[in-house]
């Protein structure tokens, strides 16, 4: 089992920064992907970034360039830094940690509770 618990969000102006953070614990030895996702009212879960335990990122088209995922190994911590916010990045944003086997299947996932970023003037 893993457990995840985020961080770090709130209200800010647009133009302004959030650095989310999650913290993990448990068996986290054998994860090897871990992700940001968001859910806005009325709309789906979308993947915002990903990163993988060999360090390969991804960040969606509309947050390159001002969102960066990463990782701190040594805190078992995934960080999410959000610069330049815009309104529509307004949303309930989820941590998620995954172990796929050698064939790309899925084995387990894990999801944080949670925390609401809210972005307007």
């Known amino acids: 089992q893993v457990q995840l618990v985020e961080s770090g969000g709130g209200f800010v102006q647009p133009g302004g920064s959030l650095r989310l953070s999650c913290a993990a614990s448990?068996?986290?030895?054998?994860?090897?992907?871990m992700g940001w996702y968001r859910q806005a009212p009325g709309k789906e879960r979308e993947l915002v970034a990903s990163?993988?335990?060999?360090?390969?990122?991804y960040h969606k088209d509309s947050v390159t360039g001002r969102f960066s995922i990463s990782r701190d190994n040594a805190r078992n911590t995934l960080n999410l830094q959000m610069n330049s916010l815009k309104p529509e990045d307004t949303a309930v944003y989820y941590c998620r940690f995954a172990r796929y086997n050698e064939y790309d299947v899925k084995q387990a996932e894990y999801w944080g509770q949670g925390t609401q970023v809210t972005v307007s003037s």
């Open positions: 448990g068996n986290i030895f054998s994860i090897n992907e």
């Open positions: 990163i993988t335990s060999g360090g390969s990122t």
